[in-house]
């Protein structure tokens, strides 16, 4: 890995952390636990469409397992590692579509994250409990995902925008 990647990934990690503790603080709905804005997949989005897709995977393995380890815990880590697979797995493959807008990506990636949470809950708690959360998890991962995927179209834009003008 040249320097260059190496350095981006450090910053892309850091971002991605502190994106994620400011999230920590954002309560969306406080009656559900564990339903926030997913601020850090930004960067994950990001990587999606800006670097190899095995430069993707180290990245979220990275935010999962720092975050777990700085604001978490080792249960936290196995939903927030099943989320994070499932949705970058395709994430990375929805790209691959000619054309495809970074929108649908982060919506599909809002939905599998929580379905691969959900398939967690089901392991270690019990189908039924994780029955009658999933819908408003669902409704709130269509929402963040729809939410992000908006938010990135515009920072992708500028980010587009600075490196024609930059040459970068």
Not at 43 to 63: D, G, H, Q
Request: overall charge positive.
């Amino acid at each position: 890995m040249k320097i260059r990647t190496l350095t981006k990934m450090a910053l892309l990690t850091a971002a991605a952390l502190i994106l994620g503790y400011i999230d920590s603080l954002i309560p969306l709905v406080p009656s559900i636990p564990g339903i926030k804005l997913g601020l850090s997949n930004l960067v994950l989005l990001y990587a999606v469409f800006y670097m190899r897709p095995a430069e993707t995977l180290i990245l979220m393995l990275l935010k999962v397992g720092l975050s777990s380890l700085l604001f978490g815990n080792a249960v936290g880590a196995l939903y927030a590692l099943a989320g994070g697979v499932l949705s970058v797995t395709a994430m990375l493959l929805l790209h691959r579509i000619p054309g495809i807008s970074v929108i649908p990506v982060s919506t599909v990636g809002g939905i599998l994250h929580i379905v691969g949470q959900c398939a967690v809950g089901c392991i270690l708690i019990s189908f039924r409990p994780v029955l009658f959360y999933a819908p408003w998890l669902l409704i709130s991962g269509t929402a963040t995902g729809l939410l992000l995927g908006i938010a990135a179209r515009a920072a992708f834009y500028g980010v587009e925008r600075y490196e024609r003008r930059s040459g970068a």
